[in-house]
């Protein structure tokens, strides 16, 4: 037997304000911040990637707890490896020093975490492909890739974006979702309850005497 998420006094108080429990529960529970560690997956479509073909790049973003991590801003670049074993940028929250990417693809978020975007296939060979996140503004993280395009199946390729810092607006904002909005809704319930509670106790009036 499930047992119910809320005591049935709640659950009559959020029902008398459907909307408003609504809207303080997502507001809650949408706070997005990047002060930690992303664990991330590429996968590409088809597979295994060929020149010259549409390839779509799915990435999914994970928090520690291996939450969604959502409202994210993510592209990717891609660039060719020029040489065999050439090295490529380590994980950081600082833009690397690159040469101008040969494709630069914007990523949408189609679900919860799950970000894509599509592009042509350059010619085969290895491609360096270099995730970045730049939700926060003037901030970043990224992390490098390497795919194989005209080989054999590339598969799941994970990755780590590492914590970004977050300024002191920032910071003061993440607190105000973190510690104000719970606070908020939970005062609010609080008092549908116990506004709730007050009209059920007062007492009746008893039915007047017919004058006739």
Known sequence: MRRSAAPPACARALGAKPLLAVLLFALAGSAAAHAFLVLGELT???DPPRPGERLVIAIDMADP?????????????VRRQRLVGES???????????????????????????????????????????????TFQWEE??????????????????????????GPRSLWVWLLWLIGVPLLAGAVVTALVLGNRSASAQPSKPAEPDAT
């Open 65 to 77: 707890s291996l939450a969604p991590v959502e409202d994210a801003v993510v592209f990717v670049e």
């Open 141 to 166: 993280a990224n992390a490098s890739v390497m795919l194989e395009i005209g080989q054999s199946p590339v598969g799941t390729l994970p990755f780590i974006l590492p914590p970004t810092a977050i």
């Open 44 to 46: 590409v479509t088809p």
């Open 88 to 134: 490529v940028p380590a994980a950081s929250t600082e833009t690397p020093d690159l040469p101008p990417p040969d494709v630069s693809i914007d990523l949408e978020e189609t679900r919860p975490g799950r970000y894509e975007g599509a592009f042509t296939a350059p010619d085969g060979g290895t491609h360096h492909l270099l995730v970045r996140d730049q």
